[in-house]
Structure formats: structure tokens, C-alpha cells
């Protein structure tokens, strides 16, 4: 199993970025999958997840209004769309995808910085 984001980048306060996370080896149809991200010197935080069945979404308050989770079961993709960004925005993003403790897997991660 395998995950791999895309998209991350430098980017001007109020602009956009789009963050792609392509699964292999599993079905993200079948998994719960989230967004975090970790900001340097800080912990490691939820941005955005979105369960399995019928595809509810939650966002930290920090994020409401301005990202959406989404998932292409076809392309087997989660994005987080990101729009009105701010300078405490910039972290590394990760892609996670949640089973079961064994099924538990983690993508590389791909930077975002919101910066003018």
C-alpha cells in the first residue's frame, strides 16, 4: 500500500492550491481518509477527513469555509482543495488512510507555503 501527494507550493496569502493523494494496493473507497499537517515545531494536526460510506466530512475550525476534502474513487485520489490561504497555513500536508491499526498508512507528505 501506498499513498502519494501532490500539489504543494509556494503560494501568495488569499490565493489557491490543489492537494492530490493517489493511492495504490488499496481502495480509498474502503478507507477513512484525512488530511493532516505539521507546521515546524509544532505537533502534527487533523485538517480535513472524510469516512467511508456515504462520504461525511470534518474540518478543524481553523479550515472551515476555505478547504475541501474530496475522493475520486475511479482515480482512487483524495484532494483537499485550499482557497483563501493564509500564512498560517504553511506546513508539510500528509495523506493518511485509516482501517484498522494494522491497516494504517501514511504518505510522504508534500510542503505548503503561503508566503508574499
Known amino acids: 500500500a501506498q499513498l502519494v501527494e501532490s500539489g504543494g507550493g509556494l503560494v501568495q496569502p488569499g490565493g489557491s492550491l490543489r492537494l492530490s493523494c493517489a493511492a495504490s494496493?488499496?481502495?480509498?473507497?474502503?478507507?477513512?481518509m484525512s488530511w493532516y499537517r505539521q507546521a515546524p515545531g509544532k505537533e502534527r494536526e487533523l485538517v480535513a477527513a472524510i469516512t467511508r460510506a456515504g462520504g461525511n466530512t470534518n474540518y478543524a475550525d481553523s479550515v472551515k469555509g476555505r478547504f475541501t476534502i474530496s475522493r475520486d474513487n475511479a482515480k482512487n485520489t483524495v484532494y483537499l482543495q485550499m482557497s483563501s490561504l493564509k500564512p498560517e497555513d504553511t506546513a508539510m500536508y500528509y495523506c493518511?488512510?485509516?482501517?484498522?491499526?494494522?491497516?494504517?498508512?501514511w504518505g510522504q507528505g508534500t510542503q505548503v507555503t503561503v508566503s508574499s
Open positions: 494496493g488499496f481502495a480509498v473507497s474502503r478507507y477513512v
Open positions: 493518511n488512510a485509516y482501517l484498522t491499526t494494522m491497516n494504517n498508512y
